[in-house]
Antibody, heavy 119, light 109 residues
Framework: EVQLVESGGGLVQSGGSLRLSCAASGFTFSNYWMNWVRQAPGKGLDWMANINQDGSEKSYVDSVKGRFTVSRDNTKNSVYLEMNSLRAEDTAVYYC????????????WGQGTLVTVSS | QTVVTQEPSLTVSPGGTVTLTCASSTGAVTSGYFPNWFQQKAGQAPRALIYSTSNKHSWTPARFSGSLLGGKAALTLSGVQPEDEAEYYCLLYYGGILVFGGGTKLTVL
């Protein structure tokens, strides 16, 4: 069974930093792109970033470029999101999501971790 | 800034058929945008339904289908069940980045 378990969320002050982790199991982690998607309270889904199988390719939405960094450790079956210069508008549930093999898209989602940025 | 637009809300009767659409501010949606569709029920993480326009995941009920319709991506639910009441999101690919639509709240009444 595919499992994605996020951790590292919490309350942080505006301008602060936080590192999210996502532990994967139930599939061959190193074969998949991985994504981060967030959802502000009562709002829709926003794709944030992704990383390819060996970590050599990364993409980000414009609003987090230069502030967020995605990385992975295939030896630990884990993907990370380093978040700096946090703003109140970054308050959201952050989901770790697996990419599809051989095509574009995403399939399996974690349960999410809540990040609250206080101003 | 690229915007993906969905109907904010739709209502359907149990057993009926409804089509949700997904439009791109850049023009007609084609298969090259690799449309994906997701369902999210209150208090839950989203669940993937459709990828690459019309392909179903192994867990996707047969009553859900995806297509391209009039320059938009479309998700059709046939024989709607009460448990289909949820928020539905589309996702489009823009050459390296992904963009979600704003979501459609589907009410089954």
């Amino acid at each position: 069974e595919v499992q994605l378990v996020e951790s590292g969320g919490g309350l942080v002050q505006s301008g602060g930093s936080l590192r999210l982790s996502c532990a994967a199991s139930g599939f061959t982690f190193s074969n998949y792109w991985m994504n981060w998607v967030r959802q502000a309270p009562g709002k829709g889904l926003d794709w944030m970033a992704n990383i390819n199988q060996d970590g050599s390719e990364k993409s980000y939405v414009d609003s987090v470029k230069g502030r967020f960094t995605v990385s992975r450790d295939n030896t630990k079956n884990s993907v990370y999101l380093e978040m700096n210069s946090l703003r109140a508008e970054d308050t959201a549930v952050y989901y770790c999501v697996r990419g599809l093999v051989d095509t574009v898209g995403i399939d399996c989602w974690g349960q999410g971790t809540l990040v609250t940025v206080s101003s | 800034q690229t915007v993906v637009t969905q109907e904010p809300s739709l209502t359907v009767s149990p057993g009926g058929t409804v089509t949700l659409t997904c439009a791109s501010s850049t023009g007609a949606v084609t298969s090259g945008y690799f449309p994906n569709w997701f369902q999210q029920k209150a208090g839950q993480a989203p669940r993937a339904l459709i990828y690459s326009t019309s392909n179903k995941h192994s867990w996707t009920p047969a009553r859900f289908s995806g297509s391209l319709l009039g320059g938009k991506a479309a998700l059709t639910l046939s024989g709607v069940q009460p448990e289909d009441e949820a928020e539905y999101y589309c996702l489009l690919y823009y050459g390296g980045i992904l963009v979600f639509g704003g979501g459609t709240k589907l009410t089954v009444l």
